[in-house]
């Protein structure tokens, strides 16, 4: 019985083996022929590129320019915050101080104001010629030669050359103001049509009053002296772009200047090596309140505007006009100590940017008003 077993099971073994070999012998029909190869050399590994970032780090990095103090510093500035865009934004005859692109576009016009752009807020690319090369080069400055004033007032040669500080002075100037050229018996009151609200010159008088142009000397009394800012080398910057080793947060581009910060800059203590003085600063400042009152007491000048919820702000002092679209009749001089006073007080340096003519021209203003 054993026997039998073992022999059909050696038979179905074979069996097994016999049809595995039938199945491994059977193939398909031969499928078509792939792609061709490469011929020949594929060449030797070529170089590899730059990193696209490296131009960016020429300057954005920490071991480059300090763009990080730069964008710092002028994060606390005002250049780009407040009125000086958020109220002026979009107005065309507004932006050529007010809005970046329409200082660019106002420089490549050789002209004060654009006559498209106003739009962007004032940043790198409005005082520099920022990616161009992509190196140090784009530092350049967007503006740097001599130019003339808006308004020269009655002085006879309105240009103006404040070296690096050009870039400072095209804007912080005074404007026109709404008086025909000549005529100082009568000041216009705003309209809704003119082309200026406020008469006066504007804001931005440092510069008229750096180079005391602009200015009228009432009575035929003239300075006699000069400037001693004037020879500073880089005019503006050299103080306002100071450098605090201790103190990141002064001068630099904060363009920011308090005393406090004056005596501790670099630059300032090559002249004041000593500390900043105060004598004429005292004076001017006590000068300076008195002119405002005798203003106000003959009734030449209009404070209503200056008081807001932040304080006071001499910037919203204004000539006290008549009714809108009349005119108010005045005496040449008193215009001339209407508009001086304008002049000085929004300055607001209390004399810092020229002492002594700050000092003389108060008192020529108030030496007359109290006649």
Not at 5 to 18: D, R, V, Y
Request: aromatic fraction near 8%; charged fraction near 20%; glycine fraction near 12%.
């Amino acid at each position: 019985m054993i026997k039998t077993a073992n022999k059909f099971s050696t038979m179905l073994l074979g069996l097994a083996m016999a049809f595995s070999g039938f199945l491994m012998s059977c193939e398909g029909p031969e499928g078509p022929a792939g792609p061709a190869g490469t011929k020949g050399d594929t060449g030797a590994t070529g170089k590899d590129g730059k990193d696209g970032i490296t131009k960016c780090q020429a300057c954005h990095s920490d071991a480059a320019a300090d763009v990080n103090l730069k964008t710092a510093q002028y994060n606390l500035s005002k250049h780009g915050t407040g009125e000086v865009y958020l109220e002026e934004a979009g107005r065309i005859g507004c932006g050529g101080c007010h809005s970046g692109d329409g200082f660019r576009e106002a420089i490549a016009l050789g002209k004060d104001d654009p006559t498209s752009l106003a739009t962007s807020k004032i940043n790198c690319k409005t005082c520099h010629t920022i990616h161009k090369a992509y190196d140090s080069t784009d530092w350049k400055l967007s503006f740097s030669s001599a130019f003339n004033l808006r308004f020269k007032g009655l002085a006879t040669d309105a240009n103006v050359d404040f070296k690096t500080g050009n870039l400072c002075g095209k804007c912080h100037q005074a404007r026109t103001y709404t008086r025909t050229p000549g005529d100082f018996d009568t000041i216009s009151a705003a309209s809704s049509t003119s082309s200026y609200s406020r008469f006066g010159p504007h804001y931005g008088t440092v510069a008229n009053v750096f180079a005391m142009k602009g200015l009228n000397n009432i009575e035929g009394k003239e300075y006699s002296g000069s400037n001693p800012h004037a020879n500073l080398a880089k005019g503006c910057v050299s103080c306002h772009m100071g450098k605090n080793s201790t103190n990141p947060a002064a001068g630099g581009h904060t363009f920011q200047m308090s005393v406090a910060q004056m005596g501790e800059l670099t630059e300032c203590k090559t002249c004041h090596s000593t500390g900043i003085p105060t004598a004429k600063a005292t004076q001017i400042k006590a000068l300076l309140a008195e002119y405002r009152q005798l203003l106000i007491n003959k009734s030449l000048l209009d404070t209503t505007q200056a008081l807001g919820e932040e304080g006071y702000n001499v910037l919203g002092e204004y000539a006290k006009l008549s009714a809108v679209g009349k005119k108010t009749a005045i005496k040449k001089a008193d215009g001339d100590a209407l508009l001086n006073y304008l002049y000085l007080a929004k300055d607001r340096s209390n004399g810092a940017h020229n002492p002594g003519y700050v000092l003389f021209m108060l008192q020529n203003g108030v030496d007359y008003l109290k006649k």
